[in-house]
């Protein structure tokens, strides 16, 4: 992805309260099989992305490795990252392992547990260049 932009960083207005809340999530397939790889990842992408434009969120990076996936995502004030984890992990396992059979191998597609930060304003940036950096290892 791009460098970040003044937009990324910009305020969002809500009818009764103004933020900036990015939260970096780190999430891993079940028992960190390397599943996340081809059609598999861009259709994990594709999800991803009608996840966060219907609840209002913008994503700010997004690297899918074949082993977790790194999501840094603006919110709204009024949900919190389980809500967020929720919506992202609940649609993706249902609509994949629908789609992609050889993933039923696994008990289910995600693990319960992930890795969620906050991220303010002035280390965004620190964070979208890491983020962007795990694709060339």
Same mark, same amino acid.
């Given at each position: 992805? @791009?460098?970040?932009?003044?937009? #990324?960083?910009?305020?969002?207005?809500?009818?009764? @309260?103004?933020?900036?809340?990015?939260?970096?999530?780190?999430?891993?397939?079940?028992?960190?099989? @390397?599943?996340?790889?081809?059609?598999?990842?861009?259709?994990?992408?594709?999800?991803?992305? /009608?996840?966060? %434009?219907?609840?209002?969120?913008?994503?700010?990076?997004?690297?899918?490795?074949? #082993?977790?996936?790194?999501?840094?995502?603006?919110?709204?004030? %009024? #949900?919190? @990252?389980?809500?967020?984890?929720?919506?992202?992990? +609940?649609?993706?396992?249902?609509?994949?392992?629908? /789609?992609?059979?050889?993933?039923?191998?696994?008990?289910?597609?995600?693990?319960?547990?992930?890795?969620? +930060?906050?991220? +303010?304003?002035?280390?965004? /940036? %620190?964070?979208?260049?890491?983020?962007?950096?795990?694709?060339?290892?």
């Amino acid at each position: 992805m @791009a460098s970040l932009s003044k937009k #990324d960083l910009e305020y969002r207005h809500e009818s009764n @309260a103004v933020s900036l809340i990015n939260m970096h999530f780190v999430f891993i397939p079940k028992r960190r099989k @390397a599943v996340l790889v081809g059609k598999i990842a861009e259709r994990l992408q594709e999800i991803i992305f /009608e996840v966060v %434009t219907e609840n209002r969120w913008k994503i700010i990076a997004l690297e899918i490795m074949p #082993d977790h996936v790194h999501l840094l995502v603006n919110v709204k004030p %009024t #949900d919190s @990252a389980s809500f967020v984890m929720q919506r992202v992990k +609940g649609r993706a396992s249902s609509y994949l392992r629908k /789609e992609f059979p050889e993933l039923l191998k696994l008990p289910t597609l995600w693990s319960p547990s992930y890795f969620v +930060g906050s991220v +303010g304003n002035v280390s965004t /940036e %620190t964070v979208k260049k890491y983020i962007e950096s795990q694709r060339n290892k």
